[in-house]
């Protein structure tokens, strides 16, 4: 996958973290204010999935303050974010193989690192 595909596939997951509430298999959320989400999609003929936890922010400052620049970020809430992707492919040049991976990322107030973690 070209890396271009690759950082558009990687922006997707992550405005859809936020922008598609839609409800994740991570088990039952009833009881949570952070409620689950998932997303699907092809980028480079390649299927991203991620599921995710929503931050129920509650009108607090996050960027900066409930989740500090410069810090590892145990990206969305109650559990990590997973990544699958049925393929290996290419982000910023680096090869993430085919697989479920979790995502860590460090916010940053002009742009954050990401971590993709063997462990899901």
Do not use: H
């Amino acid at each position: 996958m070209k890396t271009t595909t690759a950082r558009f596939a990687l922006a997707l997951s992550l405005a859809a973290m936020t922008a598609f509430p839609i409800l994740a298999q991570r088990g039952d959320d009833a009881n949570r204010r952070s409620k689950n989400g998932r997303a699907e999609g092809t980028a480079g003929g390649a299927r991203l999935t991620v599921e995710y936890g929503r931050p129920s922010v509650n009108g607090r400052d996050n960027w900066g303050a409930l989740v500090p620049y410069g810090k590892v970020w145990r990206t969305g809430a109650d559990e990590a974010t997973t990544v699958a992707v049925d393929r290996d492919v290419l982000v910023e040049g680096q090869r993430l193989p085919a697989g479920t991976c979790s995502l860590f990322t460090i916010p940053g107030e002009k742009s954050w690192t990401v971590i993709f973690n063997k462990a899901a």
